[in-house]
């Protein structure tokens, strides 16, 4: 039995689309990219606190020695919570509620968050890697 593996390449760190190494930082590109989704259609709407924003750009750097390594990120998340302007600025954020998604193509406005490397569909991947696992 073949095992072939389909992937949304835009979901996929870039290291790993040139058949890299698949790293720690390899996940924190993929936490970038749940920001990413849990965002998606209202990347712009004031009510998104600043700092979630620019913590999700540091995870999808296309470099991964540029993405935070595990113990910024406790960092950061423990700051959202422990500074009073972080939290504020969330609970505001929640008091206003969330925007619905926008099922039709959100793409188009949140261009510049999609990794120019990548692909918005379906592709076959292939980088000689074991897929037993699947």
């Not at 924003?53 to 999808?60: D, G, P, R, V």
């Not at 990548?118 to 980088?127: G, I, K, L, P």
Request: charged fraction near 25%; glycine fraction near 4%.
């Amino acid at each position: 039995m073949r095992k072939e593996l389909y992937v949304y390449t835009s979901n996929i760190a870039p290291e790993n689309l040139r058949g890299e190494i698949i790293s720690i930082k390899s996940d924190i590109y993929n936490l970038g990219v749940i920001m990413r989704e849990l965002t998606l259609g209202n990347y712009y709407n004031i009510n998104n606190p600043q700092c979630y924003h620019e913590l999700m750009q540091k995870c999808l750097d296309n470099d991964p020695e540029n993405r935070p390594n595990t113990l910024d990120l406790l960092e950061e998340l423990h700051i959202f919570t422990a500074s009073p302007l972080r939290k504020r600025q969330f609970e505001d954020a929640d008091s206003r509620g969330l925007q619905p998604l926008q099922i039709s193509p959100p793409l188009q406005k949140n261009k510049r968050l999609i990794n120019p490397s990548s692909e918005y569909f379906s592709n076959q991947f292939s980088r000689g890697a074991d897929y037993s696992f699947f």
